[in-house]
């Protein structure tokens, strides 16, 4: 579907955010080896178009495509990711959770957080990723195809974040994973959380588009 949109898009058609919670599937970049799908089980695995490596998307998480028209936007693609990141950050901050990027690794990455004795090892379903701290709570993917951007940002609300125990999250054994639910003493509502990201991501890149949920 981004593919078509992206293809048939013109000189002014609108640019537009994509609001989606898939089912559960891991994914595969362009760059990605399937050997970093560790054991996948009954969870089904996808070739993509986007760049990147492997991860994981099922319920919980809010992934927002943000289709975008850089070239008539005049936005290089280092900025574009930039934008996509700072509008995560300062969501998560909206919610006290102090997240930041890392050069060289696209996503978000907690930095602290206000949960007392939170994070994935302080609850037996997280045990095995390691500590809040440090760990990624959202992933970027893109595709730049003729100046237009398809795929986008994957933002961890409350998920099982079990099977990404089964892959190397982003090619990175052991990679920490986290999301919002595990850095916060009270759970975040998921509408609120993705329908606000949306609206960030739409503010960022100034698009008057509507977020557009999909499912």
């Known amino acids: 579907m981004m593919r078509s949109f992206t293809a048939a898009r013109g000189p002014d058609t609108p640019d537009e955010i994509w609001l989606v919670e898939h089912p559960?599937?891991?994914?595969?970049?362009?760059?990605?080896?399937l050997e970093h799908v560790r054991a996948p089980g009954a969870i089904?695995?996808?070739?993509?178009?986007r760049g990147g490596q492997v991860t994981y998307h099922g319920p919980g998480q809010a992934v927002c495509?943000?289709?975008v028209d850089l070239r008539?936007?005049?936005?290089?693609?280092?900025?574009?990711?930039?934008?996509?990141?700072?509008?995560?950050i300062a969501l998560l901050g909206e919610y006290g959770i102090d997240a930041v990027r890392r050069s060289g690794a696209p996503g978000?990455?907690?930095?602290?957080?206000?949960?007392?004795?939170?994070?994935?090892?302080?609850?037996?379903?997280?045990?095995?990723?390691?500590?809040?701290?440090?760990?990624?709570?959202?992933?970027?993917?893109?595709?730049?195809?003729?100046?237009?951007?398809w795929h986008g940002v994957a933002?961890?609300?409350?998920?099982?974040?079990?099977?990404?125990?089964?892959?190397?999250?982003?090619g990175y054994p052991g990679l920490a994973v986290t999301d919002m639910r595990?850095?916060?003493?009270?759970?975040a509502d998921y509408d609120q959380v993705s329908g606000r990201?949306?609206?960030?991501?739409?503010t960022a890149f100034a698009t008057d588009s509507s977020p557009i949920p999909r499912r």
Request: aromatic share 6%; hydrophobic share 40%; glycine share 12%.
């Open 182 to 187: 595990s850095c916060l003493p009270a759970p």
């Open 72 to 88: 008539r936007a005049g936005i290089r693609v280092r900025d574009f990711v930039a934008r996509i990141e700072d509008a995560t």
């Open 108 to 149: 978000v990455y907690v930095r602290s957080s206000g949960a007392a004795g939170g994070g994935n090892g302080a609850d037996d379903r997280h045990s095995s990723l390691g500590d809040v701290a440090g760990a990624k709570i959202a992933s970027i993917g893109i595709r730049i195809t003729d100046g237009c951007s």
């Open 24 to 33: 559960p599937v891991f994914t595969l970049g362009r760059a990605a080896r």
């Open 65 to 67: 495509y943000v289709l």
């Open 44 to 49: 089904s695995v996808a070739r993509t178009e």
């Open 197 to 202: 990201f949306a609206s960030l991501l739409a």
């Open 155 to 170: 933002l961890n609300v409350a998920m099982d974040l079990e099977p990404f125990g089964r892959i190397d999250p982003c």
